[in-house]
């Protein structure tokens, strides 16, 4: 039942296929001459997570269908098609149209490519039932057909000694850490994978509901399951479970085999798609070890009772075990972990502590607000995955769905899959131990019963412990499975084998797409990239196999023959840009270290070559084409670099901007793209592995909505710089130098696919970010880089009364630039509760603010900005009003909250008047989707500091409990809240907005300070556009200095700084970020929480 005055969030709404936001619905639609039909990408779902319907979900063939041979080009002749030059570009007649999603544009490459229309591709390849008219060659019957760089043995003997070899990785970049990588012996003269395992046997089709698919609704009664069984056509990967079949969990079958490891051979079958391969289901079947185990333990499969397999019992007094002498650590015994939060009053009493929200007006802590701590024991506290990677919107996660409803408070996981890490467990194995029925990956959290079996926290299934991982390569002794660095870390990297592949890794391959229009030459940003990139160069990820390619264009197209062979580049113009093809296959994507010199003559003269351009057009659509076809015999990352609206050719777009309609009162309009082009090429290359990243360099509208769907579909990123250019913006121009490179030499995972299971009886049933939905819940990830993040909702669909402990594991299985194939997994650890009181105590309002903005991003984009508006409003009224009237027992006059909650007004507040989701005529329409696009991929921190800055006084910060850094000190002054009343003319304040600083001084500031930080003798000598901090060799400058280079450091992308002086008209930016004041249309924070007061008495 709604509070008075709510505005339900999940109204039925109708949605075109151009305004689909991630988390929404569109229809099915036709994609390239083939006639593939792509489903529904992003289903509709609740607001709140309530139980979706079930439905089957089609996974989709990563193939394009084959285009009409062009004639073939050769290089002695050409001229038909375009001309060749040293560098010189001229134009080209046109030839006869081809498809558009073909692969090709000519006849096949010639190696080491083969052919683009015979590649398997990374992420779906079709069951032989389900393949299509054209078949595909074994992945590995001629590893070099793909790459000619080196061979792929099908099989390897590798001998180990029987001691552990402790070695370091190799960084990827000067000054990245050095991982440890564990190598564990095998057992003499086996083979380097181990043996082939019944669990890759054939599986039977079988009936795998979907989560994806439910239609917005309110909020569910309860813990109804009672779903209707799926009708839908078995999607190819699945198999059909027989009458009968335990239940799912998270869409996957309860799936088993005789082995509860993964061990991997050279002789196994090659899975038909990752969802098999990364263990989306496999069927339940009881048959004996094969006489390939001799020394795998022999587990006896037979009906299980109640008390083997409820949670409750899981690990803990178990009936017909016998457990070993030697007691097991508590982090084995998780059933005395913990018992709600009654046992820790002091954390209920202060997460409950009810706060007046009208009297209490200083509200934010000193410091930046950490992650709530779950109320753990000590040691699953230790082993817990840290927040700054796993996040749940509460870290109590309440028993059932009906008491989550009760809360009003949305259930979902922030995640930072691929971060950045100062030190991770990489570990190389024979065998990589899951689950056989959910195939979860071992962790802390699991229960081991004796020696030989351990019980899955996920979906509480008894499994074998294998021989080799009874050897513990830290103490060198046999004997303690619950040792193992496995099961010591909540996140580790697994060095994967054969059996996770589906074609050799790919090799490092990076293509350059750049206008080189008027436009894009007279801002600068072509010298600038072209200095960056030489410079960096040798730091891009990769090995010896490293590719790259430059295609430029205006009007035409320019591709760049770097063959090893020439003395100089040469230069391929082709002019016909409504039938694009390829010149040449074999030296537009050219070895890095091979070609090294003609690719520095490239960079050295690509600027000159267009300085004195007056072409105006860009072509973007053409050369987005002709990228795809060059990169799809391989996969790999397209860099765009675009100053404009696209005027020419397919994907040409219409400036949709009216400047006097950004305050109308029909909303918001064009936030959705204006054609599927971009979309459609997106998904294309989705399926070769092909991620699209987007630089936009443009102060003019280019239609942001539109373009941004190339990067969103297809897991790429996209940076945005509105007002570059190298005389007017030189700040900017600097950022876009270091985010550039930043970008160049960051990691980066290849061909990847990510799965996020969670205890039985929780499902998934949203996801945000950029990605693809390839079934159910595999997410497919042409390109993962460590600045991206996810955001998943979740709903209960089963009591988890039976258990104290629910569990949430992500595994990213990806490609490294060294061609390894390896698996991330984070596993997540919470307690579950039955008091609304305990779910109120452990709620994230950080967390829970970032879940609600991507939701509100779906809904502004699907309905209306003002329909997301009021549904933020309204999930503060629906979460205060449930606190009042079921566990607050004050009767006073004011607004009420609990002190873990007290920030969520003012989060909700600060979202309001984000650019994003903001009223008024200030807000360009390109601005407030890249905005919009930031909400949906960027990790928790990222947005926080965005949403609500940090605000610093400097004049008067002191020593008192400072950082003492590298000999360094690191002032930390308090924070103050975002508001006029805490600015003094005679202070100095620094505020911190995640890609910008402020450094504002008051027109009365002290003389003697802005001399020894800024250099300047007095308050009107300070340079109206000053962007940097000199090094002055005094305490408060090299204070100031530390305290900027410390918080820069907690980000990966550079920041600006502005110097605002209290009399200038740049100001206004900066008070535009004190949210707690009134502005040109929204509230001041007062005002707000009094109109939440007034929303509750209805």
């Excluded at 570990?427 to 071992?442: A, E, G």
Aim: charged share 15%; proline share 9%.
């Amino acid at each position: 039942m709604s509070a008075p005055g709510y505005t339900s969030l999940k109204t039925s709404l109708g949605h075109s296929l151009n305004s689909t936001p991630n988390g929404g619905a569109a229809p099915p639609y036709q994609n390239g001459p083939g006639g593939q039909t792509y489903p529904s990408t992003y289903p509709l779902t609740g607001y709140y997570g309530a139980g979706p319907q079930q439905q089957g979900n089609p996974t989709i063939p990563g193939q394009c269908a084959a285009a009409p041979q062009k004639a073939q080009i050769t290089n002695n002749d050409h001229s038909a098609y375009c001309h060749q030059q040293p560098l010189q570009p001229t134009a080209a007649p046109t030839v006869a149209p081809s498809a558009y999603g073909a692969t090709q544009g000519s006849h096949p490459p010639s190696l080491p490519y083969g052919t683009p229309t015979t590649l398997p591709t990374s992420a779906a390849l079709p069951n032989p039932q389900h393949a299509p008219s054209f078949q595909q060659p074994a992945p590995y019957a001629q590893p070099g057909a793909y790459y000619g760089q080196q061979q792929y043995p099908t099989s390897q003997t590798q001998h180990h000694s029987q001691q552990p070899n402790l070695v370091l990785a190799p960084p990827t970049s000067p000054g990245a850490p050095l991982y440890p990588i564990v190598s564990y012996p095998s057992v003499p003269g086996s083979s380097q994978y181990g043996t082939l395992r019944s669990s890759q046997a054939p599986t039977g089709p079988a009936a795998v509901p979907n989560l994806m698919g439910a239609p917005l609704h309110q909020y569910a009664p309860g813990n109804d399951t009672s779903h209707p069984a799926s009708t839908a056509a078995v999607p190819p990967g699945y198999s059909m479970a027989p009458p009968g079949q335990p239940a799912t969990v998270n869409g996957q079958g309860n799936a088993g085999g005789d082995s509860s490891s993964t061990t991997t051979g050279s002789a196994s079958p090659v899975p038909n798609s990752y969802d098999s391969l990364e263990g989306g289901s496999y069927p339940e079947f009881s048959n004996p070890p094969s006489a390939d185990m001799p020394n795998q333990p022999v587990y006896q499969q037979r009906p299980v009772s109640r008390t083997d397999s409820s949670p409750s019992h899981g690990g803990y007094n178990q009936t017909g075990y016998q457990h070993l002498p030697q007691p097991f650590p508590n982090m084995s015994q998780l059933s005395a972990a913990l018992g709600g939060l009654s046992g820790v009053p002091e954390l209920e009493v202060e997460a409950l502590r009810p706060v007046n929200l009208l009297q209490e007006r200083n509200l934010l802590p000193h410091q930046p607000l950490d992650a709530p701590e779950p109320n753990l024991s000590a040691d699953l506290k230790k082993a817990n995955c840290s927040p700054d990677t796993f996040r749940c919107t509460l870290t109590n996660i309440p028993q059932t769905q009906a008491l989550l409803n009760k809360a009003r408070l949305p259930l979902g996981l922030l995640l930072h899959p691929f971060r950045d890490l100062a030190q991770l467990p990489v570990i190389t194995s024979n065998t990589i131990v899951r689950c056989r029925s959910c195939r979860t990956y071992i962790n802390p959290f699991v229960s081991f019963l004796d020696q030989r079996r351990w019980k899955c926290n996920l979906c509480y299934r008894v499994n074998d412990v294998p021989d080799e991982f009874m050897y513990n390569p830290v103490t060198r002794s046999y004997g303690e499975p619950h040792k193992r660095p496995e099961v010591q870390n909540s996140t580790v990297e697994f060095i994967a084998s054969s059996d996770y592949m589906l074609r050799p890794p790919q090799p490092a391959v990076y293509l350059f797409v750049l206008d080189v229009s008027h436009n894009a030459v007279e801002g600068g940003y072509l010298n600038v990239y072209c200095h960056t990139l030489l410079e960096n160069l040798d730091k891009m990820p990769g090995d010896t196999r490293t590719r790259v390619g430059f295609i430029t264009f205006n009007s035409t197209i320019h591709f760049y023959n770097l063959h090893e062979s020439l003395s100089q580049p040469q230069m391929l113009v082709v002019s016909d840009i409504d039938d694009i093809f390829i010149p040449t296959h074999d030296s537009l994507l050219v070895n890095l270290k091979e070609s090294r010199a003609l690719v520095r003559v490239l960079l050295t003269s690509l600027h000159s070559m267009f300085s004195q351009t007056r072409e105006t057009h860009s072509a973007l659509g053409p050369a987005l084409q002709a990228a795809y076809k060059l990169m799809s015999p391989t996969g790999g990352r397209v860099s765009v670099f675009q100053t404009q609206l696209p005027t020419l050719g397919p994907g040409l777009l219409q400036s949709r901007e009216d400047p006097n309609q950004r305050s109308s009162t029909k909303g918001v309009q064009h936030l959705g793209p204006a054609t599927d082009f971009y979309k459609k090429l997106a998904l294309d290359c989705s399926g070769q592995q092909i991620g699209v990243d987007l630089f936009l360099l443009s102060s003019q509208y280019s239609d942001l909505a539109s373009l941004a769907c190339m990067s969103k579909f297809s897991a790429g990123s996209i940076f945005y710089y509105p007002s570059l250019h190298h005389v007017h913006n030189p700040a900017q121009l600097d950022k876009f130098q270091k985010d550039l490179e930043r970008y160049l030499t960051r990691k980066i995972g290849f061909e990847a696919v990510m799965r996020i299971r969670c205890t039985k009886g929780l499902s998934i049933h949203t996801f945000h970010g950029n990605f693809f939905v390839r079934s159910t819940d595999l997410l497919s990830l042409a390109n993962i880089n460590p600045d991206s993040g996810f955001a998943v909702q979740m709903s209960i669909e089963e009591s988890l009364a039976d258990t104290s402990l629910a569990c949430f594991q992500s595994a990213l299985l990806y490609t490294s630039s060294k061609g390894k194939r390896r698996i991330r997994v984070h596993t997540l650890c919470l307690p579950v509760v039955s008091q609304l009181s305990d779910v109120y105590a452990g709620a994230d309002v950080q967390a829970i603010t970032c879940l609600l903005a991507n939701m509100a991003i779906d809904r502004s984009i699907s309905s209306s900005l003002s329909d997301a508006r009021d549904a933020l409003v309204n999930a503060v009224v629906d979460s205060l009003s449930a606190y009042k009237n079921t566990v607050s027992n004050i009767h006073q006059s004011g607004l009420i909250a609990p002190a873990a909650l007290c920030l969520f007004p003012l989060y909700v507040l600060a979202l309001l008047k984000q650019k994003a989701l903001r009223m008024g005529t200030s807000t360009k329409l390109d601005e407030r989707v890249f905005a919009m696009c930031e909400f949906k991929s960027q990790p928790l921190q990222q947005i926080m500091r965005a949403v609500h800055p940090d605000l610093y006084r400097l004049d008067t910060m002191s020593d008192q409990g400072a950082l003492h850094l590298n000999d360094c000190i690191v002032p930390q002054p308090h924070l103050l809240h975002l508001t006029a009343e805490k600015l003094t003319r005679e202070g100095a304040f620094l505020m911190d907005c995640g890609s910008v600083f402020y450094l504002w001084i008051g027109k009365c500031c002290n003389d003697v300070f802005i001399r020894d930080v800024l250099g300047c003798p007095n308050h009107a000598s300070i340079p109206p556009s000053m962007a940097q901090i000199p090094e002055l060799e005094t305490p408060l400058s090299e204070r100031l200095r530390a305290l900027l280079a410390w918080l820069q450091d907690s980000r990966p992308f550079s920041s600006t700084l502005h110097v605002v002086k209290d009399d200038a008209t740049a100001k206004t930016s900066f008070f535009q970020h004190l949210v707690e004041d009134r502005s040109e249309s929204a509230l001041s924070y007062y005002e707000f929480l009094l109109h939440i007061q007034q929303q509750m008495s209805k």
